[in-house]
């Protein structure tokens, strides 16, 4: 399959996973698959050494996920093995379980994550240090986590710099890169060890599931993983992985056409911010000049760009001016979103709003967005 487009990936890469005639994925509910009918083909637990070629069980695996998995491994190319999880913050969490660093090292990005990191401070004495804090104090087996594009604002991080410094004391990179999947960026071409996202956004991209994943080039890993995924409890539900795979046959225009939207409303009110006096200042990759950025996203920046409004009351009351951008948190689905987003995260400032661009007519959420602001602009200035 590995002369296949993404596109063709996308809709044929499970396909030697089919189980029945049909074209679209069942919705598989079973929890539970027979065993063997002949006893010779029966193995002991005792006697198992690895992933077992049949579904036992739902929580260690089931049809679907498995699709999902194999589907994700064409989308992140050669060599690589994802696993998939109820949802990006459990991904995380997996990831922590399976490092078990002493010493993690963030920076800003998902509040989620800095909250599970929390929860293994308290429990487990984890120590948490900034993550531009002195390579000394990373120790071998710690880990640097990099949220790149990072939440809210859509800026980069040099992915390579943050590899050279975990790498350089033994530690390991895992980059949260659900702000920018595939074909959009490639941390692992910049020394990344493990990537996560949370595929309630991009992958999912219809907001109506929750997943996440982890993606690995070693085998072993994800052997690892998946025997610590049956145990925690957090393979992606039965449905949700048909939604999943459902979702993943338009992964491609969906993204290019979402990236694309998305740098033509920033460029358009970069180009006019002497029209729109209330923008203090916007924030995406594609207004980033390191030269990092461009090879980081060589076709397309992610979708999600946040501004800054010179009045905290201006911010507040923009999404009710909108019309095409509904006030809700999350990103990454066709409906473009917009977030006052002192509203789920409580680090950031009152003045800032966070945009998650669909797929609608560029020219109609230029349109809108333009009104909304000029509008603001007139009660608030
Ligand atoms: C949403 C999000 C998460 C958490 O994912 P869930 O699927 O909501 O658990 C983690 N990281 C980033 C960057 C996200 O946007």
Not at 211 to 226: E, H, P, Q, W, Y
């Amino acid at each position: 399959m590995s002369d296949l487009g993404l596109n063709s990936l996308l809709i044929h890469a499970d396909d030697s996973l089919a189980r029945v005639i049909d074209i679209a994925s069942p919705i598989d509910v079973s929890t539970t698959y027979k065993y063997p009918d002949d006893p010779n083909d029966l193995v002991p637990a005792c006697d198992k050494k690895d992933f077992s070629d049949r579904f036992i069980y739902s929580r260690f695996s089931h049809p679907n996920t498995e699709r999902v998995e194999k589907v994700l491994e064409a989308v992140f190319g050669e060599g690589s093995h994802v696993i998939a999880y109820s949802s990006g913050l459990s991904s995380f969490y997996a990831a922590m379980t399976y490092f078990s660093p002493k010493t993690v090292a963030i920076g800003d990005g998902y509040h989620g994550c800095h909250g599970i990191l929390n929860i293994l401070t308290k429990n487990y004495g984890l120590k948490q240090i900034p993550l531009d804090a002195p390579e000394e104090e990373l120790q071998p087996g710690d880990i640097v986590h990099l949220e790149t594009p990072v939440n809210p604002t859509g800026i980069s991080f040099d992915i390579q710099h943050y590899a050279d410094k975990a790498h350089r004391r033994g530690a390991y990179l895992l980059v949260d890169a659900t702000f920018a999947p595939p074909p959009l960026q490639d941390p692992f071409l910049f020394g990344a060890d493990m990537v996560m996202h949370s595929a309630t956004k991009y992958f999912g991209g219809h907001s109506d599931l929750l997943a996440g994943i982890l993606v690995t080039k070693d085998l072993s890993i994800k052997k690892k993983l998946f025997e610590q995924r049956l145990l925690l409890g957090t393979i992606t539900g039965n449905l949700e992985s048909h939604f999943l795979l459902r979702s993943l046959r338009t992964f491609e225009i969906r993204i290019k056409t979402q990236s694309s939207n998305a740098t033509q409303v920033v460029s358009y009110l970069k180009n006019n911010v002497k029209k729109l006096p209330i923008i203090d200042e916007i924030y995406h990759s594609s207004l980033q000049t390191e030269e990092f950025v461009k090879k980081q996203l060589p076709i397309g920046y992610g979708p999600v760009f946040s501004i800054k409004l010179k009045s905290k009351k201006a911010a507040k009351h923009l999404p009710s001016k909108l019309r095409l951008f509904h006030h809700a948190t999350s990103l990454g689905g066709v409906e473009s979103l917009v977030e006052w987003r002192a509203m789920s995260d409580p680090t950031v400032e009152h003045d800032l709003l966070r945009f998650s661009v669909g797929i609608e007519n560029v020219e109609d959420l230029i349109k809108d967005l333009t009104n909304a602001l000029e509008q603001v602009g007139k009660e608030f200035l």
